[in-house]
C-alpha cells in the first residue's frame, strides 16, 4: 500500500521561506516523475512543480524563478522550497505521480498547510 506524507508547511509572512518534503512509502520510487500540487479553498487542484526520472525540473508560470523542486531517490522523498512567498500560495500542498504523464496516481495523502500572511 502507498502512502504520501508530506511535512514542513506552516505560517510565515510575505517574502518569507518554506521547504516541503513528501516521504512515498511502499512503493519503488525511482521510476516516477513526481510532482507538487495545492489547492486552495474554494479551487481546484493545481500543478505547481513536477520532476522527472533524471531530475529535469518544470514549474508553474506563478512559482517560475520562486520555488525550486528536487528529489532524493535514495530517501524516496520530493522536497519544493519555496522562497518569496505571496499570500496567493496559500494553499494545501500535495505530492503525487505527475498527472501529465500518469493516469493511474498515487492515493493522495493528507498535504501539508501552508499560509502566507500579507
Known amino acids: 500500500q502507498v502512502q504520501l506524507v508530506e511535512s514542513g508547511g506552516g505560517l510565515v509572512q510575505t517574502g518569507g521561506s518554506l521547504r516541503l518534503s513528501c516521504v512515498v512509502s511502499?512503493?519503488?520510487?525511482?521510476?516516477?516523475?513526481m510532482a507538487w500540487y495545492r489547492q486552495a479553498p474554494g479551487h481546484q487542484r493545481e500543478l505547481v512543480a513536477r520532476?522527472?526520472?533524471?531530475?529535469?525540473?518544470n514549474y508553474a508560470d506563478s512559482v517560475k524563478g520562486r520555488f525550486t523542486v528536487s528529489r532524493a531517490n535514495i530517501k524516496k522523498t520530493v522536497f519544493l522550497q519555496m522562497d518569496s512567498l505571496k499570500p496567493e500560495d496559500t494553499a494545501v500542498y500535495f505530492c503525487?505521480?505527475?498527472?501529465?504523464?500518469?493516469?493511474?496516481?498515487?492515493?493522495w495523502g493528507q498535504g501539508t498547510q501552508v499560509t502566507v500572511s500579507s
Open positions: 503525487n505521480k505527475d498527472h501529465l504523464r500518469y493516469s493511474n496516481l498515487f492515493p
Open positions: 520532476i522527472d526520472e533524471r531530475n529535469n525540473p
Open positions: 511502499g512503493s519503488s520510487f525511482t521510476p516516477f516523475a
